[in-house]
């Protein structure tokens, strides 16, 4: 089966001011996303990751190269019907409920009537909305458009998930949430492509990363594989003494094999925090 | 029904819901609808047609200016509220067209001028009616005969200035399409409308012989390009029954009007396909 996108030789030119001056966003980006996993696209800002993703939604043509998506030459209906996209920094009409929204991307994006209620309270229970559905965005925190954000993309139970920075604004929590969220895709054999900047996150969440600069692809492969040292070893001690350390170094000697380093091994600051507090109260 | 079409409608559902929310709609209502009340007090004692006429003249001149105003600022502002909000980057990822999504904004906002119209239209023709009562029976005790106010007429009015209305807004989504910012099109499609309205004085020229080619040629591009607004207003005689108006003159109009519409939608969803949002 073919890639769920692929992208080949992209390059993306805007032009800015009067003058014509040229900006490239995405310089000859070359990248393979497989089905059924999650996608990690890392970066720096302006790196081109949205431009990227919106070339391949067909919102912004390219300047040379070519893109496949779900199978199609380009970002076709049906290939949109099969696709859900939370774009960065969402903003939805204001003056429709959270209820409404989700419902009204659920009809343009070919729901049946019949399946259409059910749909949308999946949708809004996946992404712990259902109590805040009533009422209208425009009173929404920024975790809570980000979430409704992510039911109004998964809504018509896509094969592909797009979510172009869903973490920004929210606090650790929710993007504990969003995290789970995008997990229980995976399960459903969902593809996501992920780009976000908490790499903490990515790391646990993503199959696969890669990461641009200046528009240009520098590393891209499995999780396990770009971060593994092979040439190194952690082992964690328990009761450590001063002289079992140095019997352990001995021993480790006289194999040949070198002890470079003593730490404790530490909690990350998100793990303590999500031990202290419990949770937002839109959560 | 058809899939295609009734995105469309929910596009253009949302369209109006937005429109109708907005103050700038509620507030060209309360201007429009004050000019029409305040023609009440306009008399003019020759207690007959020219009173009637002169109430309707001022009311119908509210309605066509703050109408013109509305179908130009608040369609690009629908526009341009989804292209810089970036709703329209959520809306156009889905299953939806771009020639839908034009469409979509075209009948939810000339679905909100219907609904303005209508409200001052029928404030207008209460105001004429009562006045037409009094007149009346002031013209039993003198003699004189007042002109009749007729409710076929006012309908025949509304719907040709919907039309009129319409081919504003097309003309608006087209520019809007083409524009970088709202105020541009606000700009240009005001422009669009004067230019409009005054196009008869190019077409009369037309008509007129002369020597320059450029001249001839200028004239015959902008006579087709810009479509003739003010003969919409050939329906405002028909109210007050003042002059005679063929059934032909009013469905050539409201054919061509037509024409322009299609026309004008046509090419601004040619020019918003290649539209990066
Ligand atoms: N419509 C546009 N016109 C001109 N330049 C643009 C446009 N959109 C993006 N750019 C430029 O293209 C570059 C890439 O932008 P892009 O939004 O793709 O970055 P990004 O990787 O998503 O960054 P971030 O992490 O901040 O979201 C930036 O330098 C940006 O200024
Ligand atoms: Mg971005």
Known sequence: ?283 | MNASLRRTLWISRVTFLEAVRQRFFAFLLVLGAAMVLSSVSLRVFDFGHGELKFIADFGFGGMFFFGSVLAVVMTAQLFFSEIDNKTALTLLAKPLSRAEFLLGKFFGAWAVLGVFLVVLAGLQGLVLWAREQELIAMAEQSGKIPATFSVLGLGQLVLMQWLRLGVVIAIVLAISALARTFLFAVVVGSLAVVAGQLQWIAQDAFLRPTDSQAYAAFLWVSTRLIPNLQQFNLADALVLGSAAVEEGALIAVGFSGLAYLVAYLTLGALIFRRREI
Request: glycine letters at 10%; a neutral charge; charged letters at 25%.
């Open chain 1, 1 to 283: 089966m073919s890639a769920a996108i692929s992208v080949r030789h992209l390059t993306k030119d805007f032009r800015i001011g009067l003058r014509g001056l040229k900006l490239r966003a995405v310089d000859d980006l070359s990248l393979e996303i497989p089905r059924g996993q999650v996608f990690g696209l890392l970066g720096p800002n302006g790196c081109g990751k949205s431009t990227t993703l919106k070339i391949v939604l067909g919102l912004v043509s390219a300047t040379a190269g070519e893109i496949s998506i779900l199978g199609e030459s380009y970002a076709t209906s049906a290939a949109r019907r099969r696709t859900g996209f939370l774009p960065e920094a969402p903003y939805f009409h204001k003056f429709l409920t959270g209820r409404e929204l989700v419902r009204y991307c659920a009809q343009l994006s070919g729901v049946a009537a019949g399946d259409l209620d059910a749909a949308v309270e999946d949708a809004l229970g996946l992404a712990a909305m259902s109590e805040a559905a009533a009422r209208p965005i425009g009173t929404y925190s920024k975790g809570m458009l980000q979430r409704i954000g992510f039911a109004q993309a998964v809504v018509h139970d896509p094969e592909l998930v797009i979510l172009d920075e869903p973490t920004a604004g929210v606090d650790p929590v929710g993007s504990a949430a969003i995290g789970r969220m995008i997990d229980a895709m995976r399960t459903k054999g969902k593809t996501v492509v992920l780009c976000s900047h908490l790499l903490g996150q990515v790391e646990q969440i993503c199959d696969r990363v890669a990461i641009m600069d200046r528009g240009k692809l520098v590393l891209e492969g499995a999780v396990e594989d770009v971060l593994a040292r092979r040439d190194r070893h952690v082992l964690t001690v328990e009761a450590m003494t001063p002289a079992a350390r140095a019997a352990a170094e001995a021993a480790l000697e006289a194999h040949g094999a070198k002890l470079t380093s003593v730490t404790h091994p530490r909690r990350s600051l998100e793990d303590l925090f999500r031990e202290l507090v419990t949770g937002s109260r839109d959560a």
